[in-house]
């Protein structure tokens, strides 16, 4: 499987459903192991009113065979920024869509978004219980004070 974006100039796809995200085989095979991809300046849009939603990502996984290319990722995330949705849909699709096409053997996904109407909304989804002896790492993103 040759990777669409890795070394290629890209576009940023439309929606998050014609983004192509590339896997690369594991360089760690059969060793435990967590990757986090951290996004403190995630966009969407509100479906009712069109208005920005920001938010800060924080995606945790344990590799199986394969592990999502970066630049495909970012692409993929970037992808959202025209697109309409509330926040428990992007932040429980992002981790549904990466968990079904990587086939890890875990992933969680933290969704910090950012006050509307005073209100901050925090969405989290994982696979399931993680790997015996992963080391998990807190997310360490801070209730709303300012986010920062």
Not at 4 to 32: C, F, I, M, W
Not at 88 to 94: A, K, R
Request: hydrophobic content about 35%; charged content about 20%; some cysteine.
């Amino acid at each position: 499987m040759t990777p669409k974006h890795l070394g290629q100039t890209s576009t940023l796809p439309a929606t998050p459903a014609e983004a192509v995200l590339d896997y690369v085989p594991n360089p760690r095979l059969g060793r435990p192991y967590l990757v986090r991809f951290t996004a403190p300046e995630f966009t969407s849009l509100c479906p009712v009113t069109g208005q920005p939603d920001f938010a800060h990502l924080v995606i945790d996984y344990a590799p199986r065979e394969m592990i999502v290319e970066s630049k495909s990722l970012k692409l993929f995330l970037s992808s959202f920024r025209n697109h309409a949705a509330f926040h428990e849909d992007c932040t429980v699709g992002i981790g549904e869509r990466l968990f079904a096409e990587m086939d890890p053997h875990w992933l969680r996904i933290g969704g910090y978004w950012y006050p509307r109407g005073g209100i901050p909304i925090d969405v989290f989804w994982q696979s399931g219980e993680p790997p015996v002896g992963l080391w998990l790492p807190p997310q360490d993103v801070p209730g709303y004070r300012g986010r920062g």
